[in-house]
């Protein structure tokens, strides 16, 4: 499958992310993958090894005569996220990424594509397959599941890394360099609750939030987009005064993703059926009022549903209260980066399912006390509400350095090459850089990266031609750093 992959260029790195699409990855389950690139090492006689978590490093040595250079880390992550559009029918632990062009952009079919951040691990092969480049040491670091809150990265083995100058190769805009990111944490409770059967007298709806078109739950969050997760809480929130009883609730599949779609089949009063489908489509109409111009296919629909058994009325006020009065979206706005968010708060994944509920948070800050302070306050609303909160230990930031000597010689290499200087940025996403700064902090780090448009959203595309000149700033700074 992908067959047209190899007739692009730079064939050397489309080749290797065809097998990126070609071999189901998503977090958790990249060992199929792992495996494949090792064998492809094995053919070219390079080093590869493997840490406790998974983590995979492949080594090459210098060209002859530029073994004293500077070592060169080129880093991403093997995992990519799994969302599917509505009607699709796509196991992601077993079908193969279907891809297609049109217009210039690669896109994958219905699905997620997987060039975040299957593309900068692509080049990274591509780097260590290019007998024509000359180059000091290079090792290629491919983390696993970056996408499940960089456990990859959280867990790398401790001074692995031999080179001094990290290229993370994780970021979806052409022209840009990024020298900061935030770091993050996740917060999450989850109680059972009693189930009972429904009484007489009480009619089921099946009601659902849908065509959004979600998103990067960090470089989206300020868009304004609508998170069916928010938006079919606030909905039962209003109606848990006409008796409402939850029998299911399913929204969202991961933390880092703004929800697109969310499902509740629910129990009311059948003597307040049509009011409370007369409520459904009211705020169906106020929801596209308010989204319009920024996520106009928002649809809230019901249709008859037939449920046996519901949490009780109180617990499900109990359950649509708090979804609705945590927190959502930005928080606040960086000062030392203007333009950029400096923390938020993402409702990634809400389910009840006999009884359990279980509610995921994920809270991302450029300033590691802010993002502190933002799970404390959720901590604090969860425990005042009854419900017992949970947290992560939390990943560090990536603090930006301006003066680094790798991000001038960037500089001076991407002008020369494309003929432009590039944005130096600093981006509210989770880049793996300030955990392995944390474990290696005498290293430099930058990141750059093709135009990626859609991440972790069934519309999710790559520019094909920013990929091609990614590639000849990536190849040129190969070079440049082998210069002494």
């Not at 090459?60 to 599917?84: F, I, N, R």
């Not at 031999?162 to 020298?179: A, T």
């Not at 037939?306 to 949490?311: G, K, L, Q, S």
């Not at 708060?345 to 800050?365: E, P, T, Y």
Request: with cysteine.
């Amino acid at each position: 499958m992908n067959e047209h992959l190899e007739t692009m260029e730079p064939t050397l790195l489309w080749r290797p992310f065809r097998t990126f699409c070609n071999t189901p990855r998503p977090s958790g389950k990249e060992e199929a993958l792992a495996r494949k690139i090792e064998a492809w090492a094995d053919e070219r006689g390079l080093h590869h090894e493997r840490d406790e978590a998974g983590n995979l490093l492949l080594r090459k040595p210098a060209s002859p005569g530029y073994e004293q250079a500077s070592g060169v880390v080129l880093q991403g992550h093997l995992d990519m996220v799994s969302q599917a559009a509505p009607g699709v029918e796509h196991d992601f632990e077993r079908d193969p990424i279907e891809t297609h062009e049109e217009g210039g952009w690669l896109h994958a079919r219905g699905t997620t594509l997987g060039a975040d951040n299957g593309i900068g691990a692509a080049a990274g092969l591509a780097i260590l397959d290019d007998e024509q480049l000359t180059h000091g040491p290079l090792e290629v670091l491919l983390t696993v599941e970056e996408e499940a809150s960089l456990v990859g990265a959280i867990k790398l083995r401790e001074q692995w890394l031999q080179g001094r100058l990290l290229l993370n190769l994780d970021s979806e805009d052409e022209g840009q360099v990024y020298i900061g990111c935030a770091g993050g944490a996740s917060v999450s409770t989850e109680v059972t609750f009693d189930e009972a059967p429904l009484g007489e007298g009480m009619a089921g709806l099946k009601i659902g939030v849908h065509g959004l078109q979600g998103g990067h739950s960090g470089l989206d969050i300020h868009k304004g987009l609508g998170n069916a997760n928010r938006l079919l809480a606030r909905l039962l929130n209003h109606l848990a005064v006409e008796g409402l009883q939850l029998a299911d609730y399913d929204g969202g599949t991961m933390g880092n993703a703004i929800t697109r779609e969310a499902w509740a089949t629910v129990a009311f009063p059948r003597d307040r059926l049509d009011y409370v489908t007369d409520e459904i489509e009211r705020f169906g109409r106020l929801y596209r009022e308010e989204l319009e111009g920024v996520d106009e296919g928002v649809t809230v629909s019901h249709e008859p549903a037939a449920p046996d058994r519901a949490v009780a009325a109180d617990d499900s006020r109990r359950i649509v209260g708090v979804m609705h009065a945590l927190p959502y979206g930005v928080a606040g706005m960086s000062r030392s980066a203007p333009g950029v968010v400096e923390t938020s708060n993402n409702m990634g994944i809400v389910r009840l399912a006999q009884g359990k509920f279980r509610l995921q948070l994920m809270v991302r800050s450029l300033r590691d006390s802010a993002r502190d302070e933002l799970v404390a306050r959720l901590c604090t609303l969860l425990t005042l509400t009854g419900f017992e909160p949970h947290t992560n230990q939390g990943y560090p930031g990536w603090t930006p350095d301006p003066q680094a000597p790798l991000l001038a010689r960037f500089e001076r290499v991407h002008e020369a090459t494309t003929g432009e200087a590039p944005e130096v940025k600093v981006v509210h996403a989770g880049l793996e850089c300030g955990l392995i700064g944390a474990k290696h902090p005498e290293m430099q780090m930058i990141s750059f990266g093709p135009t990626i448009r859609g991440a972790h959203s069934p519309d999710e595309r790559v520019d094909i031609g920013a990929v091609q000149n990614f590639y000849a700033v990536l190849r040129a700074m190969i070079e440049d750093l082998a210069q002494q």
